[in-house]
């Protein structure tokens, strides 16, 4: 379990991030994008691998 600790250290982390805009799915204006914590992106990348 420590070898995959250290193994998942060196290895670069993608950042998970949410459109956080007051209607997510409207096209007009400014999109807003607000990142995961490490805790809930770490939680997506184990979920995908």
């Known amino acids: 379990m ?3 600790a250290i193994k998942g ?3 670069p982390r993608a ?3 949410w459109k956080s ?3 997510p799915w409207s096209t007009n ?3 807003e994008w607000t ?3 490490d805790i809930e992106s ?3 990348e184990e979920a995908f691998n």
């Open 35 to 37: 990142k995961y914590s």
């Open 21 to 23: 805009n007051s209607d």
């Open 42 to 44: 770490a939680i997506i």
């Open 29 to 31: 204006g400014n999109e």
């Open 15 to 17: 950042q998970w991030h």
């Open 9 to 11: 250290a060196d290895q």
């Open 2 to 4: 420590v070898s995959q």
